[in-house]
């Protein structure tokens, strides 16, 4: 509940739309009643504030964050630290799943504690939509779809009867079913409405809708208006079940958008173009908005096309302010006219509504783009901002070509039981796939009437390239189908293949096998080009090794050429049904020709039929079998889902936290050690620990599957946790991989190592360097560490988001003092470690090691303790984030 006894700034006011009367927290108010200046804070930082207004209590937000806030103003950036409650949670399937195994858990033990299990549920709304499990199994045929609908959920078969038992098990949650579509998509056609409300103590709340998701192109949404970026599971959880995010007052970049695109220029080549910008300036943990007259040419989808970028541009969410494009958006779309109506009437009482020509926010820094500069690119082969003018796309290839692979010949090799053969840049991938482009039927259509165009023309892809169309929601088959657009992609290859995310996220399934035997016999540079968002190396296909984002009608195009040493701006595609080269310009469509089918095809009634049943699912969902009820009845055979051990003889009562005595060393660290180090990530082998226990449990290493698959099993996930195959402990020198000295000084997995201390009840420590847990903020790394008995890590200093996570997980984060560092005190792994101080422990105190050497002499070094808040000490003192939530809804 919104606690408003510390309204210290007479923000609450209602607010009347049609026959309803809302409460809200009023900036202006606010601004009136000693927040001087707040109205000319940049839009997304409004958000910010009226969060901190609606949630003051004193105590996880005081009256001194909220001036912070306005402080900023001053100096354009700040070190505070606040507490933001998003109003919302969006999790894929991939990332879910953890967090709904640990629900589970929390219903059990609930019920050992003599409560009832439905106490147990999420605080906040969560909506879950499995988007990252199908793969291109099938292509090229009209019965692509259905063969990979199969193929998904027999792999996915376990993982999906546990996701269906929560969707009918919890409140507050839902599930968006397979092929339904990807979870950006869908959150930007229907889950979003850009102002929330609910029903709190009698009233009807309103407030900007905000949300945290497990995915980080979450930031799609900004394009609606709707603040939101991608976190780690431990901090989904939190906001899952109601606790605050902490995170320092952001720095806001302004981008200025001016001038209108070009004809023949995409909403992609801008978005590359931003891409490119916004990382030559920097913008790593800020925030970006866009702003200037630009906008007003620019389309809602072409907006959340640059917003979903932002993970590529490196920047914490990328938004767009209200304005007329975001209420035509959410009227084309289907929501409410009482929804539109709240949306605007909500936006212009807050100052959040952008109004042309009206006055520039404040911000941190500012950069500008004049849109009639940008011209058609693509980007690659193993960045998403490495931009390249289509024009040089030849050239640039030809000089990777030597530069970046190493490749002098120019082999043709050929392959078996077909009429040609394969050489560098060949194209073996084209496809239209990702969140980022296909929530915008601009692209989606421009693509269609290539295919169209190439069809009447007789043109073909080449018979090497494995083409296909994965849409982000059902709604983008609708205008296909109805204006005839799919017909022609299909005529061509790109049939539809699956919703949801495919070649983006390494989902491309196979080449054929003649392809794949030719690529490797001559270890041919292949290529793909899809409209996705990520091109990293080996993210897309073991066989290709150059990767190039375009927009779905430049895949379309280079489906028709083949190659990447063609200049499809002046070389033929290829030869059409009269003998004649046929060239880009033939078949590209004017801006008015997709226009035209745009406003013609597109239309409310498809988006509100498609969403009027969303989370029923097809039969294949509806005949999945689910037993349990409240609880979950594990299967203790499953190797996907397993009940995790962090309940395991828990009391409503928590014991008391304990100094820790004679800790041994697991690991000796330099600096930035990333979380892709420490977390459980991709594939791994028969002779790992993992590796192991699936072997044990009798499953093929053809059937492993990936950590990430396997999230929601902790046998596996804890296993992998120190794995990396390129991390380096100190302890042994001159070895990589996730080995240690375990407890007779013999060089073992970490794991093991981990597991022969907790037989004798031996307490761990971890040292490390600067810059501990940095990149992606991933719930496994502070998990994995909890599990193998890790009770403090001591670093030189932490990535914010993983210190947190490991308080939240109940592990100790202790920072050496400046000067000080395990090198400095000479440790080589075989000491003890004492810890004093934890029992009274509090936030930001010095805490005493005692580090006793092998030969029995001994030192002690003081440490500052990183437990930086009282919300967070509530947590450590429960034994983490989970724990203590389970006891606070229990004793609710």
Same mark, same amino acid.
């Given at each position: 509940? *919104?606690?408003?006894?510390?309204?210290?700034?007479?923000?609450?006011?209602?607010?009347?739309?049609?026959?309803?009367?809302?409460?809200?927290?009023?900036?202006?108010?606010?601004?009136?009643?000693?927040?001087?200046?707040?109205?000319?804070?940049?839009?997304?930082?409004?958000?910010?504030?009226?969060?901190?207004?609606?949630?003051?209590?004193?105590?996880?937000?005081?009256?001194?964050?909220?001036?912070?806030?306005?402080?900023?103003?001053?100096?354009?950036?700040?070190?505070?630290?606040?507490?933001?409650?998003?109003?919302?949670?969006?999790?894929?399937?991939?990332?879910?799943? +953890?967090?709904?195994?640990?629900?589970?858990?929390?219903?059990?033990?609930?019920?050992?504690?003599?409560?009832?299990?439905?106490?147990?549920?999420?605080?906040?709304?969560?909506?879950?939509?499995?988007?990252?499990?199908?793969?291109?199994?099938?292509?090229?045929?009209?019965?692509?779809?259905?063969?990979?609908?199969?193929?998904?959920?027999?792999?996915?078969?376990?993982?999906? !009867?546990?996701?269906?038992?929560?969707?009918?098990?919890?409140?507050?949650?839902?599930?968006?079913?397979?092929?339904? /579509?990807?979870?950006?998509?869908?959150?930007?056609?229907?889950?979003?409405?850009?102002?929330?409300?609910?029903?709190?103590?009698?009233?009807?709340?309103?407030?900007?809708?905000?949300?945290?998701?497990?995915?980080?192109?979450?930031?799609?949404?900004?394009?609606?208006?709707?603040?939101?970026?991608?976190?780690?599971?431990? !901090?989904?959880?939190?906001?899952?079940?109601?606790?605050?995010?902490?995170?320092?007052?952001?720095?806001?970049?302004?981008?200025?958008?001016?001038?209108?695109?070009?004809?023949?220029?995409?909403?992609?080549?801008?978005?590359?173009?931003?891409?490119?910008?916004?990382?030559?300036?920097?913008?790593?943990?800020?925030?970006?908005?866009?702003?200037?007259?630009?906008?007003?040419?620019?389309?809602? !989808?072409?907006?959340? *096309?640059?917003?979903?970028?932002? +993970?590529?541009?490196?920047?914490?969410?990328?938004?767009?302010?209200?304005?007329?494009?975001?209420?035509?958006?959410?009227?084309?779309?289907?929501?409410?006219?009482?929804?539109?109506?709240?949306?605007?009437?909500?936006?212009?009482?807050?100052?959040?509504?952008?109004?042309?020509?009206?006055?520039?926010?404040?911000?941190?820094?500012?950069?500008?783009?004049?849109?009639?500069?940008?011209?058609?690119?693509?980007?690659?082969?193993?960045?998403?901002?490495?931009?390249? #003018?289509?024009?040089?796309?030849?050239?640039?290839?030809?000089?990777?070509?030597?530069?970046?692979?190493?490749?002098?010949?120019?082999?043709?090799?050929?392959?078996?039981?077909?009429?040609?053969?394969?050489?560098?840049?060949?194209? %073996?991938?084209?496809?239209?796939?990702?969140?980022?482009?296909?929530?915008?039927?601009?692209?989606?259509?421009?693509?269609?009437?290539?295919?169209?165009?190439?069809?009447?023309?007789?043109?073909?892809?080449?018979?090497?390239?494995?083409?296909?169309?994965?849409? /982000?929601?059902?709604?983008?088959?609708?205008?296909?189908?109805?204006?005839?657009?799919? !017909?022609?992609?299909?005529?061509?290859?790109?049939?539809?293949?699956?919703? /949801?995310?495919?070649?983006?996220? /390494?989902?491309?399934?196979?080449?054929?096998?003649?392809?794949?035997?030719?690529?490797?016999?001559?270890?041919?540079?292949?290529?793909?080009?899809?409209?996705?968002?990520?091109?990293?190396?080996?993210?897309?296909?073991?066989?290709?090794?150059?990767?190039?984002?375009?927009?779905?009608?430049?895949?379309?195009?280079?489906?028709?050429?083949?190659?990447?040493?063609?200049?499809?701006?002046?070389?033929?595609?290829?030869?059409?049904?009269?003998?004649?080269?046929?060239?880009?310009?033939?078949?590209?469509?004017?801006?008015?020709?997709?226009?035209?089918?745009?406003?013609?095809? %597109?239309?409310?009634?498809?988006?509100?039929?498609?969403?009027?049943?969303?989370?029923?699912?097809?039969?294949?969902?509806?005949?999945?079998?689910?037993?349990?009820?409240?609880?979950?009845?594990?299967?203790?055979?499953?190797?996907?889902?397993?009940?995790?051990?962090?309940?395991?003889?828990?009391?409503?009562?928590?014991?008391?936290?304990?100094?820790?005595?004679?800790?041994?060393?697991?690991?000796?660290?330099?600096?930035?050690?990333?979380?892709?180090?420490?977390? +459980?990530?991709?594939?791994?082998?028969?002779?790992?620990?993992?590796?192991?226990?699936?072997?044990?449990?009798?499953?093929?290493?053809?059937?492993?599957?990936?950590?990430?698959?396997?999230?929601?099993?902790?046998? #596996?996930?804890?296993?992998?946790?120190?794995?990396?195959?390129?991390?380096?402990?100190?302890? #042994?020198?001159?070895?990589?991989?996730?080995?240690?000295?375990?407890?007779?000084?013999?060089?073992? +997995?970490?794991?093991?190592?981990?597991?022969?201390?907790?037989?004798?009840?031996?307490?761990?420590?971890?040292?490390?360097?600067?810059?501990?847990?940095?990149?992606?903020?991933?719930?496994?790394?502070?998990?994995?560490?909890?599990?193998?008995?890790?009770?403090?890590?001591?670093?030189?200093?932490?990535?914010?988001?993983?210190?947190?996570?490991?308080?939240?997980?109940?592990?100790?984060?202790?920072?050496?003092?400046?000067?000080?560092?395990?090198?400095?005190?000479?440790?080589?792994?075989?000491?003890?470690?004492?810890?004093?101080?934890?029992?009274?422990?509090?936030?930001?105190?010095?805490?005493?090691?005692?580090?006793?050497?092998?030969?029995?002499?001994?030192?002690? %070094?003081?440490?500052?303790?990183?437990?930086?808040?009282?919300?967070?000490?509530?947590?450590?003192?429960?034994?983490?984030?989970?724990?203590?939530?389970?006891?606070?809804?229990?004793?609710?």
């Amino acid at each position: 509940m *919104t606690d408003t006894s510390n309204d210290s700034f007479k923000a609450k006011s209602t607010l009347t739309v049609g026959d309803e009367t809302y409460t809200y927290y009023s900036i202006p108010e606010a601004e009136k009643n000693g927040l001087k200046g707040v109205s000319k804070l940049p839009h997304a930082m409004k958000v910010v504030l009226e969060n901190l207004l609606r949630f003051e209590d004193g105590r996880t937000v005081t009256k001194a964050d909220i001036e912070a806030v306005a402080a900023w103003l001053t100096e354009r950036k700040s070190d505070h630290e606040i507490s933001y409650r998003p109003a919302r949670v969006l999790m894929q399937d991939f990332t879910g799943v +953890p967090a709904v195994v640990d629900l589970a858990a929390m219903r059990d033990a609930t019920k050992k504690l003599g409560a009832a299990a439905e106490k147990i549920n999420p605080l906040v709304p969560v909506d879950l939509v499995i988007d990252h499990s199908v793969m291109v199994d099938s292509f090229g045929t009209p019965m692509a779809f259905e063969q990979n609908v199969e193929r998904e959920y027999e792999r996915n078969g376990e993982r999906y !009867e546990f996701l269906r038992w929560g969707q009918s098990a919890f409140d507050n949650f839902r599930v968006v079913p397979p092929g339904t /579509g990807i979870c950006h998509q869908v959150n930007l056609e229907y889950l979003a409405q850009t102002v929330w409300t609910k029903q709190e103590n009698g009233e009807t709340v309103a407030y900007p809708d905000t949300l945290v998701g497990t995915d980080s192109h979450t930031t799609m949404v900004n394009g609606l208006s709707v603040l939101g970026w991608g976190v780690g599971g431990i !901090e989904a959880e939190a906001a899952m079940l109601g606790q605050p995010i902490t995170m320092l007052i952001p720095q806001v970049v302004g981008f200025k958008l001016t001038g209108r695109i070009n004809e023949g220029v995409t909403a992609t080549d801008l978005v590359l173009t931003v891409t490119e910008m916004l990382r030559k300036k920097g913008v790593v943990g800020k925030f970006v908005e866009f702003y200037g007259p630009g906008l007003d040419d620019l389309s809602l !989808e072409d907006q959340a *096309t640059i917003a979903n970028m932002a +993970p590529e541009y490196g920047a914490t969410c990328g938004f767009f302010p209200i304005d007329e494009d975001t209420l035509t958006y959410l009227k084309t779309s289907g929501r409410t006219p009482e929804r539109v109506a709240l949306v605007e009437a909500y936006a212009k009482a807050q100052g959040m509504f952008r109004e042309t020509g009206s006055e520039d926010p404040v911000f941190t820094d500012t950069l500008e783009l004049d849109l009639t500069t940008v011209v058609p690119s693509i980007s690659g082969p193993k960045r998403p901002q490495d931009r390249i #003018v289509l024009t040089e796309a030849k050239s640039s290839f030809a000089k990777a070509l030597g530069e970046e692979f190493s490749k002098s010949d120019d082999p043709e090799i050929a392959v078996e039981g077909e009429d040609y053969s394969l050489t560098h840049g060949d194209v %073996v991938i084209a496809a239209i796939t990702s969140c980022t482009n296909t929530s915008n039927p601009s692209v989606l259509v421009a693509a269609g009437l290539v295919a169209r165009k190439a069809r009447e023309l007789g043109l073909d892809s080449k018979p090497w390239v494995k083409t296909s169309l994965a849409p /982000g929601s059902k709604v983008v088959t609708d205008y296909l189908t109805a204006s005839g657009l799919q !017909e022609d992609l299909d005529a061509i290859g790109f049939n539809l293949v699956g919703y /949801g995310c495919t070649t983006c996220i /390494g989902n491309s399934g196979p080449l054929p096998p003649a392809i794949s035997k030719a690529v490797q016999e001559g270890d041919l540079v292949a290529a793909s080009v899809l409209s996705g968002n990520r091109n990293f190396e080996g993210r897309v296909n073991p066989d290709v090794k150059a990767n190039f984002l375009a927009s779905p009608p430049l895949v379309v195009a280079y489906a028709l050429a083949g190659s990447m040493k063609i200049d499809i701006t002046t070389e033929p595609l290829g030869t059409g049904k009269d003998g004649q080269p046929i060239y880009l310009k033939d078949v590209w469509p004017t801006n008015h020709e997709v226009a035209d089918i745009v406003r013609q095809f %597109v239309t409310p009634e498809m988006f509100k039929v498609r969403y009027s049943d969303v989370f029923k699912g097809d039969e294949h969902w509806q005949g999945i079998e689910v037993e349990g009820g409240e609880t979950y009845q594990w299967d203790s055979t499953s190797t996907y889902v397993q009940n995790p051990p962090y309940f395991e003889e828990l009391e409503m009562t928590p014991k008391p936290v304990t100094d820790v005595k004679d800790a041994r060393i697991l690991g000796l660290f330099l600096d930035s050690i990333t979380t892709d180090h420490i977390s +459980p990530a991709g594939s791994f082998k028969s002779e790992t620990p993992a590796g192991k226990y699936l072997t044990s449990h009798q499953v093929a290493p053809k059937d492993f599957n990936s950590y990430g698959a396997r999230r929601g099993n902790h046998e #596996v996930m804890m296993r992998g946790t120190f794995a990396n195959i390129r991390i380096k402990n100190q302890m #042994v020198p001159g070895v990589e991989g996730g080995f240690t000295k375990g407890p007779d000084g013999e060089q073992m +997995p970490i794991y093991d190592a981990a597991m022969a201390y907790q037989k004798s009840d031996t307490p761990l420590v971890i040292f490390a360097g600067k810059e501990y847990g940095t990149g992606s903020s991933r719930d496994w790394a502070a998990k994995g560490t909890n599990l193998l008995g890790v009770r403090a890590v001591i670093a030189q200093s932490f990535e914010r988001i993983h210190r947190s996570n490991l308080v939240g997980m109940g592990v100790l984060p202790l920072q050496f003092n400046e000067g000080d560092s395990w090198q400095s005190l000479g440790l080589d792994g075989t000491e003890t470690v004492s810890i004093e101080g934890i029992e009274s422990i509090a936030p930001r105190a010095t805490v005493v090691l005692k580090i006793t050497s092998a030969d029995g002499s001994s030192r002690e %070094v003081e440490t500052l303790c990183r437990i930086d808040t009282a919300n967070e000490l509530d947590y450590y003192l429960h034994g983490g984030i989970l724990p203590y939530v389970l006891r606070s809804l229990v004793a609710a």
